[in-house]
């Protein structure tokens, strides 16, 4: 049975303690967060997990086989270094990996010295119709010239202390929410960016929120457009006030012989009783033309375990294997560093209004 310790306890904390707790061969072992009551709710969730009072008690628990970072953003890079300076374990760290370009050296010490597995936390990759969609999507279009991919969805949600109200906190929405598209976009090209252009802000959300004398400056709204090196090109669309949308993602892949897309609608807690939104991919050929849409039905216990679709479990499972010694690392440092260089540069080109050469 392998021992994981959790640092973090908020609500995607819980989500991640849930998911563990579903693993044939692992269990939530020791837990710690600032906050006591999220701590003590937690190791309960965790079925009487041990509560830690730091971060350096957690790590030097002799019992343990791995960690999960799920802390405020801009918090991560100063635990990865906390925890090497204590353990070499392998770790499962949330998204995004880091918030401020001057983090930037210190990762890349972390990752020259650490002796053991990192794995970013980009739980879109493994939602099973986003999965499927990867899987099929080069065998459909003959090879992706045109992604797009668009998330129409509700505002951030409450955290403790309002930590994501604020961008010195998040590294921006570009940063915190869109991390995940921007890895998608490199995983399904199969291609680096090389110039971005954007234009994106706060449209209608938390405009009216106080937070000691402050204004929320997170933005809820934009577009993001990629050049990619294999001369592919990709596009985001964001708004965060969108609830009543029947998807809350759509992700469609155009190349010479197809496209192929997907249809997400948004967490299953917050649609209202009896309506039941499958997921579904569609696969549509040039020649014959013949489009065929399939429901993606998501496992229900894997529904009530979170908020992503069942991701957060199958991501787990291949996590699971890492620390088990029997697989590599799928979502690398450099994919999350990556997505997050992804995300910083559209925030610059929307607030400075140019283009940017990656």
Same mark, same amino acid.
């Given at each position: 049975?392998?021992?994981?310790?959790?640092?973090?306890?908020?609500?995607?904390?819980?989500?991640?303690?849930?998911?563990?707790?579903?693993?044939?061969?692992?269990?939530?072992?020791?837990?710690?967060?600032?906050?006591?009551?999220?701590?003590?709710?937690?190791?309960?969730?965790?079925?009487?997990?041990?509560?830690?009072?730091?971060?350096?008690?957690?790590?030097?628990?002799?019992?343990?086989?791995?960690?999960?970072?799920?802390?405020?953003?801009?918090?991560?890079?100063?635990?990865?270094?906390?925890?090497?300076?204590?353990?070499?374990?392998?770790?499962?760290?949330?998204?995004?990996?880091?918030?401020?370009?001057?983090?930037?050296?210190?990762?890349?010490?972390?990752?020259?010295?650490?002796?053991?597995?990192?794995?970013?936390?980009?739980?879109? @990759?493994?939602? &099973?119709?986003?999965?499927? #969609? /990867?899987? *099929?999507?080069?065998?459909?279009?003959?090879?992706? !010239?045109?992604?797009?991919?668009?998330?129409?969805?509700?505002?951030?949600?409450?955290?403790?202390?309002?930590?994501?109200?604020?961008?010195?906190?998040?590294?921006?929405?570009?940063?915190?929410?869109?991390?995940?598209?921007?890895?998608?976009?490199?995983?399904?090209?199969?291609?680096?960016?090389?110039?971005?252009?954007?234009?994106?802000?706060?449209?209608?959300?938390?405009?009216?929120?106080?937070?000691?004398?402050?204004?929320?400056?997170?933005?809820?709204?934009?577009?993001?457009?990629?050049?990619?090196?294999?001369?592919?090109?990709?596009?985001?669309?964001?708004?965060?006030?969108?609830?009543?949308?029947?998807?809350?993602?759509?992700?469609?892949?155009?190349?010479?012989?197809?496209?192929?897309?997907?249809?997400?609608?948004?967490?299953? @807690?917050?649609? &209202?009783?009896?309506?039941? #939104? /499958?997921? *579904?991919?569609?696969?549509?050929?040039?020649?014959? !033309?013949?489009?065929?849409?399939?429901?993606?039905?998501?496992?229900?216990?894997?529904?009530?375990?979170?908020?992503?679709?069942?991701?957060?479990?199958?991501?787990?499972?291949?996590?699971?294997?890492?620390?088990?010694?029997?697989?590599?690392?799928?979502?690398?440092?450099?994919?999350?560093?990556?997505?997050?260089?992804?995300?910083?540069?559209?925030?610059?080109?929307?607030?400075?209004?140019?283009?940017?050469?990656?």
């Amino acid at each position: 049975m392998k021992k994981y310790g959790i640092i973090g306890c908020g609500m995607m904390g819980l989500e991640h303690i849930e998911n563990i707790n579903l693993l044939e061969g692992a269990m939530v072992h020791t837990v710690y967060d600032p906050v006591a009551e999220l701590a003590k709710l937690a190791a309960v969730r965790a079925g009487g997990a041990v509560i830690r009072s730091s971060i350096e008690q957690l790590v030097a628990d002799p019992d343990l086989d791995a960690i999960v970072i799920v802390s405020p953003n801009f918090l991560h890079v100063d635990q990865l270094e906390i925890i090497a300076s204590h353990a070499t374990l392998p770790i499962l760290c949330e998204k995004p990996l880091y918030t401020d370009p001057g983090q930037v050296d210190r990762l890349a010490r972390f990752e020259k010295s650490y002796g053991a597995p990192v794995w970013v936390a980009m739980e879109y @990759r493994y939602m &099973p119709p986003i999965a499927k #969609l /990867i899987e *099929q999507c080069d065998a459909v279009t003959g090879g992706v !010239k045109m992604l797009s991919i668009r998330e129409h969805r509700f505002p951030f949600l409450p955290k403790i202390g309002n930590w994501n109200r604020f961008s010195e906190n998040t590294g921006g929405t570009m940063v915190e929410k869109c991390c995940h598209f921007f890895d998608l976009m490199r995983l399904i090209t199969g291609a680096e960016p090389i110039r971005v252009s954007a234009t994106a802000g706060q449209a209608v959300n938390h405009l009216a929120e106080r937070y000691e004398g402050r204004t929320p400056d997170i933005w809820d709204s934009g577009y993001v457009l990629f050049d990619f090196d294999n001369g592919a090109r990709a596009m985001l669309e964001l708004c965060m006030f969108a609830d009543g949308s029947q998807w809350n993602e759509e992700i469609s892949a155009v190349g010479a012989k197809g496209k192929i897309e997907c249809r997400l609608p948004g967490p299953h @807690r917050f649609w &209202p009783a009896g309506i039941d #939104l /499958i997921p *579904q991919l569609t696969t549509a050929p040039r020649s014959p !033309k013949n489009p065929v849409t399939i429901d993606v039905p998501i496992d229900e216990t894997l529904l009530m375990a979170g908020d992503h679709h069942g991701s957060t479990f199958y991501q787990h499972e291949r996590f699971l294997d890492v620390v088990r010694g029997e697989a590599k690392v799928e979502v690398t440092l450099t994919d999350g560093r990556r997505a997050v260089e992804m995300g910083l540069a559209a925030q610059t080109a929307a607030t400075d209004h140019c283009v940017i050469d990656l």
